[in-house]
T-cell receptor, first 109, second 114 residues
Framework: GQNIDQPTEMTATEGAIVQINCTYQTSGFNGLFWYQQHAGEAPTFLSYNVLDGLEEKGRFSSFLSRSKGYSYLLLKELQMKDSASYLCAVMDSNYQLIWGAGTKLIIKP | ETGVTQTPRHLVMGMTNKKSLKCEQHLGHNAMYWYKQSAKKPLELMFVYSLEERVENNSVPSRFSPECPNSSHLFLHLHTLQPEDSALYLC?????????????FGPGTRLTVT
């Protein structure tokens, strides 16, 4: 079966760095997405990786290793507004998105 | 106008009621999606439409009935629901289906079935 694993919850301190991991087993691979979802709001797109390596976008970076079935989202200089759930999703060979259950990130002052 | 809108934002209905959820996208996209989001569970894809034609139906009970009258509007008709159907229902759109385009989500309808 297809499976996406990510930690249920993480806690970090304002101003610090946090890495949210995602491992996947899917039927084929057409890219990996990260979305941010604040409580009671819509998920919003953060990043897309289809080739191995690191994609940097401001304070957020996303890394992909296809051979290991592994990705991480790195958040630097954490701010209180970064408190949210972070969803990892993989697009399989049929271009269907397979979603993880999300990682709830709690930022403490 | 924000990209994807959904109404109502909150809905409480009894098991014998009939109600409809509405989604509208203002992005000129050709693909629209219905998802179910339950607490601490992955998003569940329910239906996919491409240019008003249903292209995916992921074993969803018949008490959920989608309708896509045009590429900008999507409805989810609900009847005789069960308490376990209580969840956040999200609508999304993307430029095309069967491609690696990002999906844009609406704010969702929080549904409670009593």
């Amino acid at each position: 079966g297809q499976n996406i694993d990510q930690p249920t919850e993480m806690t970090a301190t304002e101003g610090a760095i946090v890495q949210i991991n995602c491992t996947y087993q899917t039927s084929g691979f057409n890219g990996l997405f990260w979305y941010q979802q604040h409580a009671g709001e819509a998920p919003t797109f953060l990043s897309y990786n289809v080739l191995d390596g690191l994609e940097e976008k401001g304070r957020f970076s996303s890394f992909l290793s296809r051979s290991k079935g592994y990705s991480y989202l790195l958040l630097k200089e954490l701010q209180m507004k970064d408190s949210a759930s972070y969803l990892c999703a993989v697009m399989d060979s049929n271009y269907q998105l397979i979603w993880g259950a999300g990682t709830k990130l709690i930022i403490k002052p | 106008e924000t990209g994807v809108t959904q109404t109502p934002r909150h809905l409480v209905m009894g098991m014998t009621n009939k109600k409809s959820l509405k989604c509208e996208q203002h992005l000129g996209h050709n693909a629209m999606y219905w998802y179910k989001q339950s607490a601490k569970k992955p998003l569940e894809l329910m239906f996919v439409y491409s240019l008003e034609e249903r292209v995916e139906n992921n074993s969803v009970p018949s008490r959920f009935s989608p309708e896509c009258p045009n590429s900008s509007h999507l409805f989810l008709h609900l009847h005789t629901l069960q308490p376990e159907d209580s969840a956040l229902y999200l609508c999304a759109s993307s430029q095309e289906v069967y491609n690696s385009y990002e999906q844009y989500f609406g704010p969702g309808t929080r549904l409670t079935v009593t």
